[in-house]
C-alpha cells in the first residue's frame, strides 16, 4: 500500500471500505466536480489569526518540524492515514501534495504567532457529493498539548468556514473513542455526538471505533462568541 497521509478521518460512520478504494472514489468524484463546477472549486485559503496563532499554508521550511513532530505513534494511531514510522521524505511529499492541492481542500500549518514555531497541522475536506458539509480535521505535536492550541485553531478554522463558504451549513469531525482530548476539543468547539462509526487506520493497520460530531451553522452562530470556552 502507497504511503498516503492525508492525515484525517473523513470516512462515513459504518463504512468498512479499504483506503485504497475510498482515495480512488475520492479522486474519481473530485475530477467529476471540477470538470462540472470548475469554480466551487477554487477555494481560497487564506491565512488565519488567533490571540497566538498563524495557521497558514505549509511550506518547505516545515519540513525538519513535521517530520519530527509528527514521527510519533501517539498521533499516528489517532487519526486515518498517517504513516508511521514518518519520515523526512513523507514530510517533503505532504507539503509538496498540499501545495499541488491534492491534500484536502485546505490544509493548514498551525504556527506560534509570537516566534513562527510550527506545532502542527489542521485543514478541511469536502466531501464527495455533499456540498453543504466540509470535514475537518488535526495534530498537534506531543510538546504543545494541553495548551488550548487546538481548540483555539479549530475555532478560528471553523469561523473562516461559515463566514466564507455560505453553501456549508455543517462542519463534520471524526475522533476515536479513545480519544479523550480530541473529544474534548469538538465538545469545547461546540460539535455535538452523531454516532459511531468505523474507519481504517493506516498506522494501526485495521479499522477503529470513531466517533461522528457535527457543528451546525446555527449553533456556530450562537456560539460566535467563543468565549470562555478555551
Ligand atoms: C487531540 C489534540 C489535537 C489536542 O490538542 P491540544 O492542543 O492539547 O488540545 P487543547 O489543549 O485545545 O484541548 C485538550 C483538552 O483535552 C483535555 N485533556 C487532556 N488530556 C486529557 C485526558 N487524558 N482525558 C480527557 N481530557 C484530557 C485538556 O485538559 C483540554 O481540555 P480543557 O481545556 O477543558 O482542560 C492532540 O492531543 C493531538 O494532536 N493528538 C494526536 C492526534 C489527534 O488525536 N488528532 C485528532 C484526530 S480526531
Same mark, same amino acid.
Given at each position: ?20 478504494? $475510498?482515495? %480512488? /472514489?475520492?479522486?474519481?468524484?473530485? #475530477?467529476?466536480?471540477? =470538470? &462540472?463546477?470548475? $469554480?466551487? %472549486? /477554487?477555494?481560497?485559503?487564506?491565512? #488565519?489569526?488567533?490571540? =497566538? &496563532? ?177
Amino acid at each position: 500500500m502507497g504511503r498516503h497521509h492525508l492525515p484525517f478521518f473523513r470516512f462515513k460512520p459504518g463504512e468498512d471500505l479499504t483506503m485504497q478504494r $475510498d482515495l %480512488q /472514489r475520492e479522486s474519481q468524484s473530485r #475530477l467529476s466536480r471540477e =470538470r &462540472l463546477r470548475p $469554480d466551487q %472549486q /477554487r477555494r481560497d485559503c487564506p491565512v #488565519l489569526l488567533s490571540q =497566538r &496563532l498563524v495557521l497558514r499554508a505549509p511550506h518547505e521550511d516545515d519540513i525538519d518540524a513535521i517530520a519530527h513532530l509528527a514521527n510519533n505513534e501517539k498521533i499516528a494511531t489517532m487519526v486515518s492515514r498517517m504513516p508511521h514510522p514518518y519520515t523526512a521524505t513523507d514530510a517533503a511529499n505532504f507539503v509538496e501534495r498540499t501545495k499541488e492541492g491534492a491534500i484536502g481542500n485546505c490544509v493548514y500549518a498551525i504556527t506560534k504567532a509570537d516566534n513562527g514555531a510550527f506545532l502542527g497541522c489542521c485543514g478541511i475536506e469536502n466531501i464527495p457529493y455533499e456540498e453543504n458539509i466540509v470535514e475537518i480535521g488535526y495534530w498537534l505535536g506531543e510538546p504543545y498539548w494541553g495548551h488550548g492550541y487546538t481548540t483555539e485553531a479549530v475555532q478560528v478554522l471553523i469561523d473562516m468556514i461559515f463566514r466564507t463558504r455560505n453553501e456549508v451549513d455543517h462542519v463534520d469531525a471524526r475522533c476515536r473513542v479513545v480519544n479523550e482530548r480530541s473529544r474534548r476539543v469538538l465538545h469545547k468547539c461546540g460539535f455535538q455526538f452523531q454516532g459511531p462509526g468505523m474507519v481504517q487506520s493506516l498506522a494501526v493497520g485495521s479499522s477503529v471505533s470513531v466517533e461522528w460530531y457535527r457543528l451546525d451553522r446555527r449553533n456556530w452562530m450562537s456560539l460566535k462568541s467563543w468565549g470562555g470556552q478555551r
